[in-house]
């Protein structure tokens, strides 16, 4: 990782030991489903294969599965290649 890279904090909710209403109020019990869904994912920042590349990728906290990941995994086994260049993975060259 690059020497100069910020980290910084950031807030943290805890939804365990909240009660959801019982008197019918549909935003609150939805508010707190949302919040809990929120609190499953955690976003992590991987360094990529060229210098200067990053791989964002959400996991979930419970399984550890990979949710969501940008660049794709295909993008990136691009990425790794030697003759990869952005903006070569077309060629239009007739």
Do not use: C, H, W
Not at 63 to 89: C, H, I, N
């Amino acid at each position: 990782m690059q020497s100069n890279a910020k980290v910084s904090a950031v807030n943290a909710y805890d939804v365990s030991n909240t009660s959801v209403a019982t008197g019918g109020d549909s935003r609150d019990a939805r508010a707190q489903q949302e919040a809990e869904q929120v609190a499953r994912y955690r976003l992590v920042i991987e360094e990529g294969p060229k210098t200067g590349s990053f791989i964002y990728k959400t996991m979930d906290r419970l399984t550890g599965e990979v949710v969501k990941q940008f660049p794709r995994e295909q993008v990136v086994d691009l990425m790794r290649s030697a003759d990869y260049s952005a903006g070569a993975v077309i060629d239009t060259r007739a």
